[in-house]
C-alpha cells in the first residue's frame, strides 16, 4: 500500500505466509501445534527444575532460565501470526508493532546472552570441577542473569526508541510476520543510515562477541574432553557441546542474515523463512536439545510422573 509523503502511518500490514485462503489455514494450524508443543516443552522444563532438588544446581538454574525466555520468545510473534493467518487480519498498529519490535529483540538479546553464560557454565564444570562450586555459586549465577536481563533490556530500548523516532510515509507494508527493524527501516522516508550502522555495531559487539565467547570457551572444552581416559565420557561431552554450537549458529546466522540482507520491495516467502530460523526454531528446539535429552531430567520427568500416577490412585 502506497501512501502520500505527507501521511503518517497510522498502522502497519504485516506480511502474510500465503494468500491462498486454504494454505493460511494451514498455516495457522501448524504456528499452533509448533507453538503448543514449544511452550509445553519449556514450560515442562521450568517445571521440572524447579520441583525437583537434585536439579537444584548452576546448569540447571541457567536451563530453568532459558526455557522461561523461551516460552516468552515464542508467545511474541507465533499466536499472533497463527490468529492472523486465521482470521486473514495482517493489521497491527505502531503502538503494537513498536513492542513487538522491543520485545523480540529483548528476548532475543536475553537468549543469546544466556546461551553465552551456559558456554561459561560448562568450561567451568568440565575445565576446573574443584573450583566449579566457588566460580559457579548461587549468588554469581544470579549476577550473570540480572546482566543478561540488563544487557537485553538496554539493547532493546535504545534499537525500539531509534528505530520509532523515524517517519513512516512511503509505505505501511511491513515485508515480515512480525514487525522487526530491517523491514521497518526500509518503508522509512527518513535518513535510516545511522540506524544501519548501529545495527551492524550491535551485532559485532553483542553477537559476534557472545558467539567468539562461546567458540573460545568450547575449543578450551574439547582439548580437556580429549585427555579424558575413558571414551564413553567423551562421547557424552561432546553430544551436549555440539548441539549447543549447532543452535547458537543457527540463531546468529539466520538473524544476521535477515539484518543485513539488501532491500526488497516485493512480498515473498523468502523473506519470512530467516526469521522463522531464529525467532521460532531455537525456542522451540531448546527444550529437546538441552532437556530432552538429558539423562537427569528423563530421570526427574519419570519421577514426577509416577508421583501424579500414585497421587490419582
Same mark, same amino acid.
Given at each position: 500500500?502506497?501512501?502520500?509523503?505527507?501521511?503518517?502511518?497510522?498502522?502497519?500490514?504485516?506480511?502474510?505466509? #500465503?494468500?491462498?485462503?486454504?494454505?493460511? +489455514?494451514?498455516?495457522?494450524?501448524?504456528?499452533?501445534? +509448533?507453538?503448543?508443543?514449544?511452550?509445553?516443552?519449556? /514450560?515442562?522444563?521450568?517445571?521440572?527444575?524447579?520441583?525437583?532438588?537434585?536439579? @537444584?544446581?548452576?546448569?540447571?538454574?541457567?536451563?530453568?532460565?532459558?526455557?522461561?525466555?523461551?516460552?516468552?520468545?515464542?508467545?511474541?510473534?507465533?499466536?499472533?501470526?497463527?490468529?492472523n493467518s486465521l482470521v486473514? $487480519?495482517?493489521?497491527?498498529?505502531?503502538?503494537?508493532?513498536?513492542?513487538?519490535?522491543?520485545?523480540?529483540?529483548?528476548?532475543?538479546?536475553?537468549?543469546?546472552?544466556?546461551?553465552?553464560?551456559?558456554?561459561?557454565?560448562?568450561?567451568?564444570?568440565?575445565?576446573?570441577?574443584?573450583?566449579?562450586?566457588?566460580?559457579? =555459586?548461587?549468588?554469581?549465577?544470579?549476577?550473570?542473569?540480572?546482566? &543478561?536481563?540488563?544487557?537485553?533490556?538496554?539493547?532493546?530500548?535504545?534499537?525500539?526508541? %531509534?528505530?520509532?523516532?523515524? =517517519?513512516?510515509?512511503?509505505?505501511?507494508?511491513? @515485508?515480515?510476520?512480525? &514487525?522487526?527493524?530491517?523491514?521497518? /527501516?526500509?518503508?522509512?522516508? #527518513?535518513?535510516?543510515?545511522?540506524?544501519?550502522?548501529?545495527?551492524?555495531?550491535?551485532?559485532?559487539?553483542?553477537?559476534?562477541? &557472545?558467539?567468539?565467547?562461546?567458540?573460545?570457551?568450547?575449543?578450551?572444552?574439547? #582439548?580437556?574432553?580429549?585427555?579424558?581416559?575413558?571414551?564413553?565420557?567423551?562421547?557424552?561431552?561432546? =553430544?551436549?557441546?555440539?548441539?549447543?554450537?549447532?543452535?547458537?549458529?543457527?540463531?546468529?546466522?539466520?538473524?544476521?542474515?535477515? %539484518?543485513?540482507?539488501?532491500? =526488497?520491495?516485493?512480498? #515473498?516467502?523468502?523473506?519470512?523463512i530467516p526469521s522463522?530460523? %531464529?525467532?521460532?526454531?531455537?525456542?522451540?528446539?531448546?527444550?529437546?536439545?538441552?532437556?530432552?535429552? $538429558?539423562?537427569?531430567?528423563?530421570?526427574?520427568?519419570?519421577?514426577?510422573?509416577?508421583?501424579?500416577?500414585?497421587?490419582?490412585?
Open positions: 500500500m502506497k501512501m502520500s509523503n505527507f501521511t503518517t502511518v497510522t498502522e502497519f500490514l504485516l506480511m502474510g505466509f #500465503s494468500d491462498i485462503r486454504e494454505l493460511q +489455514i494451514f498455516y495457522s494450524f501448524l504456528l499452533f501445534l +509448533i507453538y503448543s508443543a514449544g511452550l509445553m516443552g519449556n /514450560l515442562l522444563i521450568v517445571m521440572i527444575t524447579t520441583i525437583d532438588r537434585r536439579l @537444584h544446581t548452576p546448569m540447571y538454574f541457567f536451563l530453568r532460565n532459558l526455557a522461561m525466555v523461551d516460552a516468552c520468545y515464542l508467545s511474541i510473534t507465533v499466536p499472533q501470526a497463527s490468529f486473514n $487480519n495482517r493489521t497491527i498498529s505502531v503502538t503494537g508493532c513498536a513492542a513487538q519490535v522491543f520485545l523480540v529483540i529483548f528476548m532475543a538479546c536475553v537468549e543469546l546472552t544466556l546461551l553465552t553464560v551456559m558456554a561459561r557454565d560448562r568450561y567451568v564444570a568440565i575445565c576446573h570441577p574443584l573450583h566449579y562450586p566457588v566460580i559457579m =555459586s548461587p549468588r554469581v549465577c544470579l549476577q550473570m542473569t540480572l546482566t &543478561c536481563l540488563i544487557t537485553g533490556l538496554v539493547y532493546s530500548a535504545f534499537h525500539t526508541g %531509534y528505530t520509532f523516532r523515524l =517517519s513512516f510515509c512511503h509505505s505501511n507494508v511491513v @515485508h515480515q510476520f512480525f &514487525c522487526d527493524i530491517p523491514s521497518l /527501516l526500509r518503508i522509512s522516508c #527518513s535518513d535510516t543510515f545511522s540506524n544501519k550502522l548501529s545495527l551492524i555495531a550491535g551485532e559485532l559487539v553483542v553477537g559476534a562477541g &557472545c558467539y567468539a565467547f562461546i567458540i573460545a570457551s568450547y575449543v578450551r572444552i574439547f #582439548s580437556t574432553v580429549l585427555k579424558f581416559p575413558v571414551k564413553e565420557d567423551q562421547k557424552k561431552a561432546f =553430544s551436549t557441546c555440539i548441539p549447543h554450537i549447532t543452535v547458537v549458529s543457527l540463531f546468529l546466522i539466520s538473524g544476521a542474515y535477515v %539484518y543485513a540482507q539488501p532491500p =526488497s520491495d516485493s512480498e #515473498s516467502l523468502k523473506d519470512i522463522v530460523f %531464529y525467532t521460532v526454531i531455537p525456542p522451540f528446539m531448546n527444550p529437546i536439545i538441552y532437556s530432552l535429552r $538429558n539423562k537427569q531430567i528423563k530421570d526427574a520427568m519419570g519421577t514426577l510422573m509416577k508421583s501424579t500416577i500414585f497421587i490419582k490412585k
